[in-house]
């Protein structure tokens, strides 16, 4: 219990008035000569358990009465811990709002969501205890937003959610950052969530940087923690898995995959999902639709495959066949998770330029980026030295293979835009390096590392043994990541006889046994815009060696050197190609607010684009924007993954229904009904004992057979 | 007439109770001739019985008319008439000294039944004596008739002050002896003493055939024991004090008294006492007025 007009209890003391008084009316006794003590001993003689108790009950129902008296003017609040933790009226509240897809659940019997249901509580409370310094951390903007009184706070914050995934440790590490520079004595942090993990991230390393960081601040900080995860309903979730333009055919075809998550109610203990229901699906591209009733049970249901003709679209036309579209289910509890967006394109080229001195020597790239790994793909190579460089036209080039000496110059400039611009550059040691210094790395010179004795290049098991190898890589890279299936790339098993070291600026990727890196990956450069410094889109990798028998079996074991360039040719296609695929908050750059909404949220602020789901046309490229991924999981993080994040520091967790209306409330109305009761107590307690008439006890026995 | 002068006397109380006779409830024994029923024969007008003649009796008292009917001697008896001796037995212990705010005290409304009464009984005839009791038998005066006997006795009254313990039993007891059987035996007091031990000596004043009665004196406030505020009560017969709450003892206090009542009521039935609970709010006169009242229906058992 806490008060809005704490000064008040300074005068708790009052209630001591009582036993005050007592104390000093034994003092002012009076002396009386008595002649029938007798009576008195023998009174004092008897029992006086009943009389001591009531006196002391009417002793204690007035100190009750004053006190009650007191802590009605002081204005007591509920909500026991919370209260406790809301502070007053000065007390700063930074508000955290968790506005994932998940917060846009309709609870049975509301009309409230989870995330109005929040900020109702917060209004309320707020308003409650006078709390009129208020600072809003949001995840569009980027930066604490702060509000001069409660109202305009009420009027300005947000109801609705979006479809992204909320990053908690990153608002926390804004907030962390404004208190640093806007120190208040008392602030609270409120969070509303409903405790995702997926939004909460518990196992995150920035918690233990946040709780260093908030410990380290002087002001008295506290963090009440609004969670919402009571009284999940059920929940039915559609999510496009692939959407892929067939053209091998004569009619171009869209192939579709989607499924349908189920969400059981979290109270629910029946298992009526078991049996397969149906539910009906609607599919929708540009203007038109078409419609399926899909069966489910609890598992969910997945579609793949699912084939529609683009009769619409003429492929002869120069930009080729290109769309939108989106699946939808009947709208149920959580609205959010009903649609899911896709865009599709005929599959632009792939197309390798590859800058080489001497092109035999890397003649095993060339083969590798000439292949397609699927038939719907076309891929294509162009060889050129670095002088013809600055006629070639890069818009349409996924990958540059540079074997030459290092770029400088104008050579230089153009493979920047290029890495700006998204597209991927892959540095292989010409033969005869310099000191030229490009994207933070130079060439150093060629080194063995195989055995002298088998430089010849025997086919035996001696010779084999005579390679150096990589003895470590990072499989959770995207270069060298395990395939699919989750086997590991075979990275051991190719022999390096012969490389060319570097220095500089690089994260090493594959290294061989002494740490030298035969594979790194250049750190992304700013990029200056007009909007600020951004990171390059592209990738610079670098390999310390050439797939020429004399250097390596990277040809020979071409496993790895095809998995690798045909991943750097998928990224590199990402920029010529038409449409994106992003996820919502993640690739919030995808879309600005010059961007064309071309279905979606209408009332969405086109300065949020990236937060909400949708199709954009975003220059001259469609975008579907989806909900993020982890929405997926609906884990929540209990109270001891709570306690292990927030560690040392204050914080509360709040239970609050959705049916709640207020978090702390007034409840000076008990203290007056406990004052009316204790004195009414009193008064009764008070009441003198009915006696016998006075007369009756020494009428004579003679008055009263006259009376009689 | 008698002079009364004294301020525990009021002549118009006095006239009013003279028009109504001191009678006993028993045959007294008086020493000489009076207007009470005397257990003995005597020679009054009131014809008692024949007695066969014995030799030495008078042979005046012969009734010759008996003996010309039956041929025998007979002797006439008569009644007898004595006087009354009344021992007035006044506590003068401390107790008697309470009186609550504008009130007299316990010993002047007894010091008044006292006078009145050993007034009304010189004026008939009767002889009055005085005991003062405390610890002790204060003053001791022996019943007589005379009127100077009656200033000695109003004297004694006046410099009766209330003092010391109550031993009433004790002295009693000692009344029980030393009087002569067959007196009026009139115990002003407030009787706070053991009931048990006063029932005893009452029960020895019965055997000696004395009529015993008891004015019960008490206060207003020792009925009510009203008190506002915290009282520090100090014992009038010793230094016993007791710090109480009246609120908190009030109850336990009336309990303690009305048994105790409740025991007296008993014993003075018991015992056959002419008892009188007396407060000393009222008037004197009516206690007075309903114990002569009350004696008038009985002539005297001989």
Redesign the interface.
Known sequence: MSFLQPWMLVAIPLAAIPIIIHLVNQRRFQTVPWAAMRFLLEANRMSSGYTRLRQWLILAMRTLAILALILFTARPLTSGLLALLSGDSNTRAIVILDRSPSMADTLPGTIRTRLESTIDQLSSTFETLGIQRIVQIDEASGKPEEFASFNQWRRSVPRTTWSATSDIPGLLEQALVYEKNNPSGNSVIWIGSDLRESDWRSRDGRWAALRDGFQALPQNLRFSILDLSGNRPEDLAIRVTNSQCLDNTDTPTLSLSFRVDHTPAKDSSSNASDTPQSIPVEIAMGSSRTSLDLTWNSGGAQVNDYRIPLTAFDNSKAEGIRGWGWVRIPSDSNPGNDISYFVFEQPPLRRTLIVSDNPDLISAIELCASIAPQQTLKCETELVTQAQLGSVAMENVALLVWHDRLPSGKSLEVVQRFVDSGGQVLFVPPEAPDDTLAFGFRWLEWRNVGSPSNEAGANTDAASASFARISQWQNDSELLANTLNGAPLPLGQLGLRRICSFSGSSSPLASLSDGQPILAVVENQAVPTPEGSVLSAGSVVICGTTPSDRDSTLAGDGVVLYVAIQRMLANGAKRVSAVRQGSAGVDRNLVDATSQLKAGDENAPSTQYGMYAGIYDSNNALVAMERGVAEEDVSIVDEPGLAEAFGELKWARIGVGVRTTSLVQEIWRWFVLVMIAALLLEAVLCLPRLRRPAGGAIRTPQLAKQRS | MLSITRSFLDPQILSRLAAVPLRPRHAMQGNVSGRHPSPHRGSSVEFAEYRKYVPGDDLRRLDWRAYGRTDRYYVKEFEADTNLRCCVVLDTS?????ASKGMMT?LDYGRRIAATLGYLAVQQGDAVGLSLAADQIVQNIPPRRSAPHLRVIFDTLERAVAKGDTQLPSILDEIAETVRQRALVVIIS?F?VDPSLLKRSLEHLRFRKHDIAAFHL???Q???FA?G??????????N??????P???A????????N??NQM?KIVLETSVD?????TSESYEH?LM?FLV?RTGSRGVR
């Open positions: 401390g107790s008697m000294g309470f316990k407030d706070f008490l206060d207003q020792e009925i009510d008190f505020r915290p009282v520090r009560f100090v014992d009038m017969e010793g016993t004090a007791l710090f109480v709450e609120n908190e003892i109850d336990r206090y009336q309990r303690a008294l009305q105790y009542l009521q008892y009188h609970r007396v407060l206690p309903r009350g």
